[in-house]
Nanobody, 123 residues
Framework: EVRLVESGGDLVQAGGSLRLSCTFS????????IGWLRQAPGKERKVVAA????????YYEDSVKGRFAISSDSAKNTVYLQMNSLKPEDTAAYYC????????????????WGQGTQVSVSS
């Protein structure tokens, strides 16, 4: 059974930091890339970062470059999203998904999603 579970969301002040975790089971990191997506109220879900099994295979959406860092611990089947210098516009539900990272485009696999964790950034 494929399962992805996010954790680490919280309410923080602007300028603060959070680290989100995505722990997965039912597949290995050799088979799939992992992406972090976020969805703010009334907006579409969009990819903010992704990491593939190859060394250096990462993607960042422009608005988070230099502030967010994605990393993986294959021994723990966990992918992290370190978020620094948070802004109110980072407020969203954050989801992790398994999929494929190809030429800096992340394609989530159908059904390979977590339930999400809420990040709220106050001004």
């Amino acid at each position: 059974e494929v399962r992805l579970v996010e954790s680490g969301g919280d309410l923080v002040q602007a300028g603060g930091s959070l680290r989100l975790s995505c722990t997965f089971s039912g597949f290995t990191f050799d088979d799939y890339s992992i992406g972090w997506l976020r969805q703010a109220p009334g907006k579409e879900r969009k990819v903010v970062a992704a990491i593939g099994p190859s060394v250096g295979s990462t993607y960042y959406e422009d608005s988070v470059k230099g502030r967010f860092a994605i990393s993986s611990d294959s021994a723990k089947n966990t992918v992290y999203l370190q978020m620094n210098s948070l802004k109110p516009e980072d407020t969203a539900a954050y989801y992790c998904a398994a999929g494929h990272l190809v030429d800096s485009v992340f394609y989530p696999a159908a059904g390979y999603w977590g339930q999400g964790t809420q990040v709220s950034v106050s001004s």
